[in-house]
């Protein structure tokens, strides 16, 4: 696996605007229990302060959510663990600097996500801009400056999921095992130890993991491959371990466990709530406007260019067939996913540890893309579209409902333009919008650069305003559902979870609560916005 000697400008300024954006914001929600997040942080927390496994001392503390397994009486994370060892340095120090206070719990989740999500983002950008950076230079700046700037990854970075962290070691798993130089002992043994720790950070990572294995056998041969299932053995058999200490055996997950109803009616359906691959499935996951990869990221259509170069990378057949099939196979497992929207987040976040992946034949074909004027302007006009879809969400609020079409103009922009709802920050308020906003300008002005290499001031100002067209269009013309259950969705963003001003939207909705659930529904919000400590 090699690293580019010498990165380009561009992606170098681009990952500086990202750290920035890492280190300025802080996602922290007091009134959002975010269970994807509190899920892990708050095991961190409990082995920091406990020594213990389990979570129930910290739902006590600071509050119930739904992703939670039970086994022998006590509460779990219904996660997989993989992601427990970054979150322990932040977990400690939150510890020394607010143990025994509600800060404990910002200071571990904020601190835990820059070292467990943040970091590994970063490598992945880097990786990616090292891996097919010979054969492809432009094309390769242009997939890492949109896969840094322009992709929901950038939006998993600045939160505690462990989609940035499985999607960091796959690829770098895939370089180990598929670059130029055969692997040797101790690169084979180090690719199996990365797939098995993705396998335990997020658990359908097992299915791509499994297709980078298998197609770089024959490269192996007997005893790499030996060496490459040795290396996987020991993050799995953390894994084991884990499972037997909290779960009673070592070949049980905490998805067997659910303690929440939906969850465990869902989870005894297929394997895990996975069944058979489906059309509908497939078609949101890929272009659905709430969650569809090429809605969220369509600059990956240019992986579809025509390419005719000679020196495609990598030069074995095996390691071209993984970049495709790898993604291909968790595409059709987790069509079959009957909640394969994901919940609340920003894009189609099963699919992001794939990203990277695709990011390859992305460059190459943004390569021969970007050798013409009109490869240039479409690579423009897809790359923005990307950045416009995700960063109004992480200026706002960074968990559009799965049922908000194109969220940055039907949630983020109404947050943002009739309350100034913007995400929480070290900065005081008044600084942050101002310097998103200079942050947003330096990354469309990278992403611009970065997909019109060599163009003339005037070709690149055409693409600029060609690429607002869609925008602006989007913006005037698309607007937020009209569904009793998106109101509501909206009202509480509003209201609760982000507490802007002026309150009131919940009381606005009593003339469309029409049935006794409604109302019930409005009533129980209205009482948690304004319970005392709220």
Same mark, same amino acid.
């Given at each position: ?12 300024? *681009?990952? %500086?605007? =990202? ?8 996602? !922290? ?11 892990? +942080?708050?095991?961190?927390? /409990? +082995? ?15 509050? *119930? ?22 979150? $322990?340095?932040? &977990? ?13 719990? &910002?200071? @571990? ?13 970063? #490598? ?6 090292? %891996? ?6 432009? %094309? ?23 989609? @940035? ?21 101790? /690169? ?53 371990? !884990?499972? *037997? ?6 070949? =049980? ?9 939906? !969850? &465990? ?35 990956? *259509?240019?992986?579809?260019?025509? &390419? ?12 071209? $067939? ?7 196979? $968790?595409? +059709? +497992?987790?069509?079959? !996913? ?12 099963y699919l992001l540890m794939v990203l990277p992946l695709l990011a390859v034949p992305l460059a190459r074909g943004a390569e021969a893309a970007l050798a013409r004027p009109a490869g240039r302007l479409l690579a423009t006009v897809i790359a923005a579209w990307g950045a416009v879809m995700v960063w109004p969400c992480l200026a706002t609020f960074p968990f559009p409902p799965e049922d908000y079409p194109l ?28 310097? $998103? ?5 330096? @990354? ?48 509480? #963003? ?6 802007? =001003? ?33």
């Amino acid at each position: 696996m090699r690293v580019a000697a010498r990165l380009s400008p561009v992606v170098v300024l *681009a990952l %500086g605007v =990202t750290t920035i954006l890492q280190l300025v914001l802080v996602n !922290y929600w007091p009134r959002f229990e975010s269970p994807n997040e509190r899920a892990r +942080v708050y095991q961190a927390i /409990a +082995v920091a302060d406990r020594g213990a496994l389990d979570i129930d001392v910290e739902i006590a503390r600071f509050g *119930a959510m739904e992703d939670v397994a039970s086994a022998g009486g006590r509460a779990f994370p219904n996660k997989a663990p993989g992601m427990l060892p970054l979150l $322990l340095p932040g &977990a400690l120090v939150a510890r020394l600097a607010a143990g025994g206070s509600e800060a404990e719990l &910002a200071w @571990a989740l904020v601190l835990g996500r820059l070292l467990a999500c943040s970091l590994p983002f970063a #490598i992945a950008v880097l990786l990616l801009a090292g %891996g097919p950076a010979r054969p492809y230079p432009r %094309g390769t700046t242009f997939a890492a400056v949109a896969l840094a700037l322009g992709s929901p990854l950038l939006a998993a970075s600045l939160l505690a999921f462990s989609h @940035a962290l499985a999607a960091c070691l796959l690829l770098a798993a895939f370089l180990v095992l598929h670059d130029e130089a055969r692997p040797g002992p101790g /690169a084979a043994l180090g690719a199996g130890v990365l797939l098995g720790w993705a396998v335990t950070a997020e658990y359908p990572a097992a299915v791509p993991a499994i297709v980078i294995a298998v197609t770089a056998l024959p490269r192996l041969g007997g005893r790499g491959a030996l060496r490459l299932a040795l290396g996987a053995a020991l993050p799995l058999g953390l894994l084991a371990g !884990y499972n *037997a200490e909290c779960f009673g055996s070592p070949f =049980t997950l905490s998805s067997a466990h659910e303690a929440h109803g939906a !969850y &465990a009616e869902l989870a005894a359906r297929g394997a895990f709530g996975i069944g058979a691959p489906s059309l509908a499935g497939l078609v949101e996951l890929l272009v659905s406007p709430a969650r569809g990869l090429l809605v969220w990221m369509p600059a990956l *259509a240019l992986a579809l260019w025509p &390419a005719h170069r000679h020196d495609r990378w990598p030069r074995h057949a095996g390691g071209r $067939l993984a970049l495709w099939l790898a993604p291909a196979a $968790l595409l +059709v +497992v987790m069509s079959g !996913y009957a909640n394969r929207h994901g919940g609340w987040f920003p894009g189609p976040r099963y699919l992001l540890m794939v990203l990277p992946l695709l990011a390859v034949p992305l460059a190459r074909g943004a390569e021969a893309a970007l050798a013409r004027p009109a490869g240039r302007l479409l690579a423009t006009v897809i790359a923005a579209w990307g950045a416009v879809m995700v960063w109004p969400c992480l200026a706002t609020f960074p968990f559009p409902p799965e049922d908000y079409p194109l969220p940055a103009f039907t949630l983020a922009w109404p947050l943002l333009r009739e309350s100034g709802t913007t995400v929480p920050s070290w900065l005081p308020d008044g600084v942050v919008l101002p310097l $998103l906003a200079v942050l947003a300008i330096v @990354a469309a002005a990278l992403l611009a650069a970065a997909a019109t290499p060599g163009a003339r001031a005037r070709e690149r100002a055409s693409a600029v305003l060609l690429a607002a067209v869609p925008i602006v269009l989007a913006a005037a013309l698309v607007r937020p559902p009209a569904s009793w259950q998106a109101a509501l969705e909206r009202a509480v #963003i509003h209201d609760v979870y982000t507490a802007s =001003t002026p309150p009131g939207e919940l009381e606005a909705l009593r003339p469309r609560a029409d049935t006794d659930a409604r109302r019930a529904r409005l009533d129980g919000w209205i009482a948690a916005r304004d319970a005392p400590g709220r």
